[in-house]
Each structure stands twice: as C-alpha cells, then as structure tokens.
C-alpha cells in the first residue's frame, strides 16, 4: 500500500512542509497545530496521521473530540477525505456504529472517541499493532491539559514504541484560557506550529472564502485576528476577573463546609449541567469543584449519574422547568427552583464578578472552568460594547447562579435595607 503517485505539495500548504518532514522523522511526540479559519490545519493532521499508517502497518489511531455528537461531520469526515486525496479508500473501510475505520488487508484500525465519557477512552482495546497517534481536534473545547494528559496515559501505556499526540484548535480569544496558557509552557519534544489562511493556495479556498476574510478585516480587524489569524486578541471584554483555573484536592474538598448544588436543564443541542461548589461567605471565596454536564442527557440519566449525597442535597434548579424538577423529584432527588424576576441574570452575574476569587478545578468542572474563562462582552457592527450580557456558552455560569439563589438573594436584601435607611 503506498502513495507514490501522490504530490504531497497538492495537498499539504505550504506553511506544513518542514513539520511534514520532522514528522516522518518522528522528531516530536507533542505537535500543537494552532490557527484561524482556512489554515488547513485539520486537513495537514488527518494526511499526517494517514501517512504514518500507510508507513508502519503495526501503527493504529485514536482521534477525539470533546463529545460524541461532534465526530461525524468532522474528523470521521476528514479521515475520509485524507483517504481519498492518498488514492487509500480502496483499503480502508468507515463504520459509524461504533465509529471507526478499519484497513481491510493489515486490520489496522482508527478509532473515533468523544471526550465526554472518560470510560470510553480507559477500555480503549487494540486487537493488532500499538496506538501510535492520538490527535485531538478543538482542543479548547476540552476539559484542560489533566484531562488530556489521563487520556493519553491510558491510550498509550504498554507500548515501547514511539507515539505522539497531535492537538488541532483556533486559539481563544483570552490568554487566560488554559490551551493558550498551555501551549507557551516548554518542553523536550514538543512543537508549536501556527498556520494562516494566507499560507494557503487561493484556488484551495475559493474567492468567496477570501472575499469574507478580507471583508472582516476592513470593518472589524479585532475579529479578523482572532477568527482568521489565530490571535489572542486580548480585548479586555472578559466578563470574570477573578478566575483561580487549579485543581481542588480531596483534602480541600473535604474542609468545605458551605456546599452548593445548582442545575441547568438542557438536552437535545444545549448541555446539561449540575454543578456542586462551595461558597466562603466570610472571605467571599467559590469554589467549583464537581460537574456532570453533557449533550443528549435526560432527567433520569442525570438522576442515575447522582451519588446519594448529591441527590439528597438541596439543589437549585432553573425554574423555567417545573416538569423537570417535578420528576426529579419522583426520583428522589431534593431539588427547588431558582427564585427569578426582572434582572436577576444581571444580578447574578455581577454578584459573582464582585467575589474576591472563582476557584475552579478544569478536570473536574470543564464546562464551567471553559465558560467562566472565555465568557465575554460582545461589540455590535459600529464597534460599541453590548452593555447586556450574551446568552451564549453559559450552562455552566447558570448552573451556578442557581447554586448561590439564595446567596445573592441575601446580598440584594441587604443591599434594599441599606439603601432604604440612608433614603437612597
């Protein structure tokens, strides 16, 4: 099986080249593949990845994405295309039930794994050769690097040979965000590689793509950066300012004293979320420390994933599903709906921006560490901030709003109480 009659150049930009060659040189175990829109960054992995399987027979992949719902209209696709473009579909074979490709004459396999269920990854079996590759795809999109670093300590062990991970993503727009943290920290073997769309062949993108491209960046060179060149574009509309990203030990976790359950109902496209956190009234002090959160989780799964404690918790919900909390209740669960009215978002939000510090642990709260990070203030087409809150990427922020009802409740009281003795 070879690829001799292929021109890589018609296929790999030209900003790939000397990466493609120290990768057949296995000259890195840790490649980070950052860049903005049309980089063809996915599509330089996914020819990587295939050319390292037509070259060791004994090799075999790994390739996730942060859920399950994600892998078919994207890396499951572009294996497909990668294929193709190496005149290899002859020998490959697509599954999607469970997700995967198989090499019909070595038994070579490429698995396809979502992110969201750990297990999955841990049981992970190969029934010839080693795991060579494990590419992540969005990486922002994942946990953090704990979360990354327990997948590949279970996907890579008792093999000898040399293996690499490849991570794909467009940077966020905050430095505060752990991939952009993550990504500057040095290490033996790794490499950071940054493509542009301008790198790329024109006829590979086709003149609208361009059209668009440079369209944005006459009206809106902010947003240009960051979408088309990969840029932390530091904009300073970060709506927290008091995010602690750590891990919380069992130790810490077992002093907490002052412990919050909050719920966020969500299915079909938008995700659950129950969190569990810990509020220091007297220093003023969360802690986000437990989550379950996911796409396509219904009531009684939700209940099912609950430990004892957690069920028998008080947990506040969001009151725009009485249904839901009903049959929660039917369970077992000890669950009451957020007390809302008009401002209460607002309220809640700058409520928490106004707390000395928002620990959370990334492993154990990915959701919410991704959201509380990255959630930010938006510009309108005339370049002025949207004073209001974007009700967008925020299942986590909700879940925790509702957690501390009752605390924020207070704050607005005593806040009524004062105004109301100085005559405000």
């Known amino acids: 099986m070879t690829s001799n009659s292929i021109k890589l150049s018609d296929i790999i930009a030209p900003s790939f080249y ?9 000259t890195y175990f840790e490649i980070w593949c950052k860049g903005g829109r049309g980089s063809t960054k996915s599509s330089f992995v996914s020819i990587e990845i295939m050319l390292g399987l037509i070259r060791d027979t004994n090799a075999n992949a790994v390739i996730a994405r942060r859920y399950d719902n994600e892998l078919r209209d994207s890396v499951f696709t572009q294996m497909e295309w990668a294929c193709n473009m190496l005149s290899v579909s002859d020998h490959w074979r697509f599954y999607t039930a469970p997700m995967r490709a198989v090499n019909q004459q070595t038994g070579q396999r490429i698995l396809f794994k979502g992110a969201d269920k750990p297990e999955k990854l841990k049981s992970i079996k190969i029934p010839h050769g080693y795991i060579k590759y494990f590419w992540a795809e969005e990486l922002h999109q994942f946990g953090g690097m704990s979360e990354i670093r327990s997948i590949i300590q279970s996907i890579f062990r008792g093999s000898t040979k040399k293996q690499v991970s490849i991570y794909s993503y467009n940077p966020p727009k905050s430095a505060r965000s752990w991939v952009n943290e993550e990504s500057k920290k040095e290490k033996d073997g790794k490499c950071i590689h940054h493509s542009v769309y301008t790198d790329v062949p024109v006829d590979w993108l086709g003149e609208r793509f361009i059209a668009e491209a440079e369209h944005l960046k006459s009206t809106n060179e902010s947003a240009y950066k960051h979408e088309y060149l990969g840029e932390e574009i530091g904009t300073g509309l970060e709506v927290f300012n008091n995010i602690e990203i750590r891990n919380i030990n069992q130790d810490e976790i077992n ?19 129950f969190v569990r956190c810990n509020y220091n009234r007297k220093k003023r002090e969360l802690y986000i420390f437990s989550e379950i959160s996911g796409i396509g989780i219904g009531n009684r799964a939700l209940y099912d994933k609950l430990n004892d404690i957690e069920r028998k918790h008080n947990t506040i919900a969001d009151s725009a ?16 709906g957020a007390v809302k009215g008009a401002g209460s978002v607002e309220n809640g939000i700058k409520w928490l921006c106004e707390l000395e510090k928002i620990v959370i642990d990334p492993v154990k709260s990915p959701l919410c560490a991704r959201e509380f990070v990255n959630y930010s203030l938006e510009m309108n087409r005339q370049g002025d901030i949207i004073s209001r809150y974007p009700d967008k990427d925020n299942h986590g922020i909700d879940a925790i709003r509702y957690a501390v009802n009752n605390d924020i409740i207070d704050v607005s009281i005593d806040r009524q109480n004062i105004a109301g003795r100085l005559g405000l």
């Open 255 to 273: 002093s907490f004293e002052q412990i919050r359950q909050g719920l966020d109902f969500g299915y079909a496209v938008d995700p659950v979320c």
């Open 321 to 336: 599903e009485p249904k839901s909390i009903d049959e929660l209740r039917s369970y077992g669960m000890s669950v009451i």
């Open 18 to 26: 000397e990466l493609h060659k120290a990768i057949k040189k296995d």
